[in-house]
């Protein structure tokens, strides 16, 4: 290990001796609730397999989140005085974005459903806010990296569930039920970047080992799950990764360039790849029977999305009520929501929600490119990788987000808190370092006089 490598792994140690027990548990229990996105178990309740999202429904995930929030309590009400919660820049937007949804509300087309669809927006500015408020150091961060290797392993035995044992065995649920596919890629795209940070730049053989089979795993489970927007966003991730950072490492070159040639080939010999990259390609020349044939609601959210924007991009038809308006105008009920982020944003909530949130994934972004910069030019390349790979991450699933309605889901908010946190954290760094040179030419001075 280089000097520099050393060095950062003693500042973690030191910082993980910091911080208090409470905390802690709160950090333990939230990372549990996001290992648990890996299957349908999460989604058990007392009620039963909890059926939709309803928010009195307590599954597993709600209770362990709970918990999470319980512990976060305790800690301020032991200690009134302790500044634990956190509100950055990128919260205030976001906390704006929700105001904002609830606005919708008075002008709303669909008013019944804007309330149970902010909710689900209010459950992820809780999300962020918890991992803001709880994560307080580089031990943290580690952790949370090997959380997301770890969960590449859970989605890759969800995703061989759900299209192989199930395939065969429809009473199967040794994963917990049947779980979207989509969702099993889109977690395996923006985790993928940490894979390769922790293959290239892990402080031991475990992390460096562990990195690879993460990436080997991420491959399969896109293999299997057949979603095509991760045929899209995986090009992305190796593409920038590899410009930001991973250059620097050759073997990583050489193997993601082997990886690049043999993936088409394996993916087409998926036959039902094969067919859906066909079917796409027929759908794009606009062959007639391809439309037929594919799912006749994932084109009419992108046509009646355009139109919607057209119509109501000032203020928004509401949020909630875009598959209710396609009903209305259209004549035919859409099961699906508008696949596609910057639609949905205008179409439900107008000119201000799109700036809103999108302000909020502006922030996240500068703050990580910042981050990656400043750690660029300090010559900390282990911590520089890091910070390339929550970026990587972050763009990758902003991509993902133009094919399909992701913005529910945690990856997106996860990379920005840990930008965040890790901006924070080196600013507290710097202004030590500007302290301790102060003091040592105030000392200096004093010795010369």
């Not at 050393?6 to 027990?21: F, T, Y």
């Not at 937007?93 to 949804?101: D, K, M, Q, S």
């Not at 991730?237 to 590899?242: G, K, R, S």
């Not at 949130?357 to 030019?377: A, E, H, M, V």
Request: proline share 3%; glycine share 10%.
């Amino acid at each position: 290990m280089s000097n520099m490598n050393r060095s950062e792994s003693d500042a973690v140690a030191r910082q993980d001796s910091q911080g208090n027990e409470a905390i802690n548990i709160g950090l333990l229990f939230l990372m549990a609730a996001v290992g648990m996105r890996v299957t349908r178990f999460q989604r058990m309740s007392i009620f039963g397999f909890e059926r939709g999202t309803g928010i009195w429904n307590f599954s597993i995930f709600k209770i362990v989140m709970l918990l999470c929030g319980a512990s976060l309590a305790a800690y301020l009400l032991t200690r009134p005085r302790a500044r634990a919660i956190r509100v950055d820049l990128p919260l205030k937007l976001l906390g704006g974005y929700f105001i904002w949804e609830l606005m919708t509300f008075f002008w709303a087309l669909y008013p019944a459903h804007v309330i149970p669809e902010a909710a689900r927006t209010l459950f992820k500015v809780t999300i962020y806010a918890l991992i803001i408020t709880l994560t307080v150091s580089w031990g943290d961060i580690r952790r949370w990296g090997h959380l997301l290797m770890y969960m590449s392993f859970g989605f890759l035995g969800t995703a061989y569930h759900e299209g192989v044992v199930v395939g065969w065995f429809r009473a199967a649920r040794l994963w917990g039920g049947t779980r979207y596919p989509g969702i099993c890629a889109n977690w395996s795209t923006f985790i993928m970047p940490f894979n390769l940070h922790y293959a290239a730049w892990g402080e031991n053989h475990y992390e460096r080992n562990l990195g690879i089979a993460g990436i080997v795993a991420n491959l399969v489970t896109v293999y299997i799950t057949t979603r095509r927007a991760a045929l899209v966003v995986l090009p992305i991730v190796f593409l920038l990764y590899m410009v930001l950072i991973g250059h620097r490492r050759k073997w990583l070159l050489f193997a993601l360039l082997i990886i690049a040639t043999l993936m088409p080939i394996y993916i087409m010999r998926n036959p039902e790849y094969s067919r859906r990259v066909e079917l796409t390609m027929l759908i794009a020349g606009g062959d007639a029977v391809a439309v037929e044939r594919e799912d006749a609601g994932r084109m009419a959210q992108y046509i009646g999305g355009l139109e919607a924007a057209h119509q109501y991009w000032p203020l928004g038809m509401g949020v909630g009520g875009f598959k209710w308006w396609v009903q209305d105008y259209y004549g035919y009920f859409a099961e699906i929501t508008l696949h596609n982020l910057p639609l949905h944003l205008i179409v439900q909530t107008g000119v201000l929600g799109f700036l809103l949130f999108g302000g909020y994934l502006y922030i996240g972004l500068s703050q990580l490119w910042t981050s990656y910069r400043y750690l660029i030019n300090k010559k900390s390349i282990a911590r520089a990788s890091l910070a390339a790979a929550m970026l990587t991450a972050l763009v990758g699933n902003l991509a993902y987000s133009f094919f399909q309605p992701i913005h529910h889901e945690i990856p997106m908010y996860l990379a920005i808190a840990l930008g965040s946190i890790m901006l924070g954290l080196l600013r507290k760094e710097q202004t030590a370092e500007k302290a301790a040179d102060t003091a040592s030419e105030e000392a200096a001075g004093g010795a010369a006089t």
